[in-house]
């Protein structure tokens, strides 16, 4: 399997492992009351919002972005 093709398929499973694991990621503490938090997959950032039993998908970026 290509590098690029393995990147992609952790991507693509990131959110059914929140499903299972939704607090795995760190608590980002600058959004104050919002539960905010980010994992990391290979290169790209995840940054996601738990509210309730529902989970919300923010961002996706490669870390290598200027950002």
């Known amino acids: 399997m290509g590098e690029k093709s ?5 991507l693509a499973s ?18 104050g009351q919002r539960e905010v938090r980010r994992i990391l997959v290979k290169h790209y950032e995840i940054r996601y919002a738990i509210s309730d039993s529902s989970i919300y998908i923010l961002r996706i970026w490669h870390t290598k972005e200027y950002r």
């Open 6 to 10: 393995h990147h992609s398929g952790a």
């Open 14 to 31: 990131a959110p059914d492992n929140l499903l299972a694991t939704p607090r795995i990621g760190e608590r980002l503490h600058e959004f």
